[in-house]
């Protein structure tokens, strides 16, 4: 099935450093979310967002919806270890659809 | 616990052999989604239910796969005669819909193993 193109796929960090990671798609999306996902669990949503050109903050994490409702991207800054685990954008044409995932940035951090 | 709920959280089996999942949804929450994962890729969306109507069905799902939502509520996936591709992560998710919100909320997931 269709996957959004995300970039990194894998990253190492130092704790402390700031992280950005970014997800692009050939098709417009209404929505856009980010999720993390830590091993053998379901993903946890971190931020949503619904207007283009929108940014929006949660605590340590800044996402924004692209302009062009195609992309989108998430900053996490001043890392801590919890962060470890993997990040996903997704994306929704319309509020009842079904959501596209990207396959993921695996982010460790080392302390 | 509010959240949503899947039972089991592991399950092994022989190829050939029927499984069947549980999805309890976050109350209230009219849609109830199933997803499936492999390994070192996102969730892959399978159906969709409003209410206890199916309204989505992915092409992943095959004549094997079959969900239901019978009362609306709690949701289940049956795959029949398993086959060692059908190994995967299963994840339910719900959401409020409508006006109330289309933030998807999943579970913890069902963890299929196909010998």
């Known amino acids: 099935g269709q996957q959004l193109n995300q970039s990194p796929q894998s990253m190492f960090i130092q704790e402390g450093e700031d992280v950005s990671m970014n997800c692009t798609s050939s098709?417009?999306?209404?929505?856009w979310l980010w999720y993390k996902q830590d091993p053998g669990e379901g993903p946890v949503l971190l931020i949503a967002?619904?207007?283009?050109?929108e940014l929006t903050s949660n605590g340590r994490l800044t996402a924004q919806f692209g302009i062009t409702r195609k992309d989108s991207f998430l900053n996490i800054s001043a890392s801590i270890p919890s962060d470890v685990g993997i990040y996903f954008c997704?994306?929704?044409?319309?509020?009842?659809?079904?959501?596209?995932f990207g396959i993921g940035t695996k982010l460790q951090v080392i302390p | 616990d509010t959240g949503v709920s899947q039972d089991p959280r592991h399950k092994i089996t022989k190829r050939g052999q029927n499984v069947t999942f549980r999805c309890d949804p976050i109350?209230?929450?009219?849609?109830l989604y199933w997803y499936r994962q492999t390994l070192g890729q996102g969730p892959e969306f399978l159906t969709y239910?409003?209410?206890?109507?199916?309204?989505?069905k992915s092409r992943l799902l095959s004549d094997r796969f079959s969900a239901e939502r019978p009362k609306g509520s709690f949701s289940t996936l049956e795959i029949q005669r398993t086959e060692q591709g059908d190994s995967a992560m299963y994840l339910c998710?719900?959401?409020?819909?409508?006006?109330?919100?289309?933030?998807?909320?999943f579970g913890p997931g069902t963890r299929l193993t196909v010998l």
């Open positions: 967002l619904y207007k283009a050109g």
């Open positions: 997704a994306g929704q044409p319309g509020g009842y659809q079904k959501v596209t």
């Open positions: 098709s417009i999306f209404n929505t």
């Open positions: 109350s209230e929450h009219n849609r």
């Open positions: 239910f409003q209410n206890e109507a199916q309204l989505e």
């Open positions: 998710a719900s959401s409020l819909g409508l006006a109330g919100g289309n933030e998807q909320f």
